[in-house]
């Protein structure tokens, strides 16, 4: 059985740093990428950063680079996202996911994710 269970989220001043933690469990990872997606109220699912478990390869979306980054521990099959100089507009539920499929790139589309967990909230006070 999939485990994917987020924490780390919480209420931060603009400017303030938060790491966002995922530990995933019940099957491999090491071939496929895992990504966090974020949602605000009233918006789609947004994709905001993933990283190639095998490679450490990145990608992020535009509206992160250079304030967040992604990491993992493959000893312990969890999943970072270090967020400095947060904004107001980054508050959303946060989401890490797993692909199911080995890519030959990194995607960046929710619906292309199978393994999802619950959210952690992070709100940023302006």
């Known amino acids: 059985q999939v485990q994917v269970v987020e924490s780390g989220g919480g209420l931060v001043q603009a400017g303030g740093s938060l790491r966002l933690s995922c530990a995933a469990s019940?099957?491999?990872?090491?071939?496929?990428?895992m990504a966090w997606f974020r949602q605000a109220p009233g918006k789609e699912r947004e994709f905001v950063a993933a990283?190639?478990?095998?490679?450490?390869?990145?990608s992020y979306a535009d509206s992160v680079k250079g304030r967040f980054t992604i990491s993992r521990d493959n000893a312990k099959n969890t999943l970072y996202l270090q967020m400095n100089s947060l904004k107001p507009e980054d508050t959303a539920v946060y989401h890490c996911?797993?692909?199911?499929?080995?890519?030959?790139?990194?995607?960046?589309?929710?619906?292309?994710?199978?393994?999802w967990g619950q959210g952690t909230q992070v709100t940023v006070s302006s």
């Open positions: 996911a797993g692909d199911r499929v080995s890519r030959p790139s990194i995607s960046t589309l929710f619906y292309e994710y199978d393994d």
């Open positions: 019940g099957r491999t990872f090491s071939n496929y990428a």
């Open positions: 990283i190639k478990w095998s490679n450490a390869f990145t």
